[in-house]
């Protein structure tokens, strides 16, 4: 009886020293990896923008290219209370010309993730801690089945292909970023394969420490063919410049 009240008091002490260490692990933002995505008033990433539109309709490739600037402003409680900032989005030609607002968006971060609603479409862009491997439904507030336009955006299985890596945009460098692959989803090339079905959704996001997201790769296009034989989508791709 002794014995079996020694075992019940050993595994009740064991229990609470264990919960004790739990509850003294810091919440620390180094060890979360909350320092990649920064989220203060006034915060500010310049981007150059590079599109290219695939229309079927005429058989035409446009590329496009302009400039972002996208500004952290005001704080603000989310319907679920939860502390978010709006994010100003300018944009202009290039250089030699002014900015112009161009819409506004508002980003959430947690102790558990990073939410960003966007056009209406909410994204879970990172979540924490930040690891290698980690899997995580990042459209999954997208309600895809009210519109079949957004079809495309459903199932994805975000995960952080690399950490703690060197990154270069192409007109700046970063020493710490880690990269996010939304979606790599493709059939068949077009060029090699003319008579059947083809298609190619990729998303591809890097963020930098203390910076931000620095880069963005987005792609879904498709191809069929029995219509025009011609692509019909579109290619986005965004490049840091600078950051302050």
């Known amino acids: 009886m002794k014995f079996k009240r020694l075992l019940i008091i050993g595994s009740?002490?064991?229990?609470?020293?264990?919960a004790c260490k739990k509850e003294i692990i810091p919440n620390d933002n180094i060890l979360l990896g909350k320092e990649y995505f920064p989220i203060t008033k006034d915060h500010t990433i310049e981007y150059a923008i590079d599109s290219i539109i695939y229309n079927d309709f005429n058989k035409s490739t446009d590329t496009f290219r302009m400039q972002f600037k996208d500004v952290i402003g005001e704080s603000f409680y989310d319907n679920e209370g939860r502390e978010s900032y709006v994010v100003n989005r300018y944009s202009r030609q290039d250089d030699t010309y002014l900015w112009k607002d161009l819409m506004t968006f508002y980003?959430?971060?947690t102790n558990f993730r990073v939410e960003v609603v966007?056009?209406?479409?909410?994204?879970?862009?990172?979540?924490?801690?930040?690891?290698?491997?980690?899997y995580w439904a990042g459209n999954i507030y997208i309600p895809a089945q009210i519109d079949d336009?957004?079809?495309w955006l459903w199932n994805w299985n975000y995960t952080y292909t690399y950490i703690n890596q060197p990154f270069n945009t192409g007109l700046a460098s970063f020493s710490n970023t880690i990269e996010v692959i939304g979606i790599n989803d493709s059939t068949n090339n077009p060029e090699?394969?003319?008579?059947?079905?083809?298609?190619?959704?990729?998303?591809k996001e890097v963020y930098a420490k203390n910076v931000g997201l620095i880069y963005r790769e987005l792609t879904n296009w498709e191809y069929q063919p029995d219509g025009s034989r011609y692509r019909n989508g579109f290619t986005t791709i965004y490049r840091a410049i600078r950051s302050y």
């Open 118 to 134: 966007e056009n209406n479409l909410r994204m879970i862009k990172l979540v924490f801690p930040v690891k290698l491997k980690t």
């Open 149 to 151: 336009k957004l079809k």
């Open 107 to 109: 980003a959430t971060k």
């Open 192 to 203: 090699q394969f003319p008579d059947a079905i083809a298609n190619k959704t990729y998303s």
């Open 12 to 18: 009740v002490f064991f229990a609470l020293l264990t």
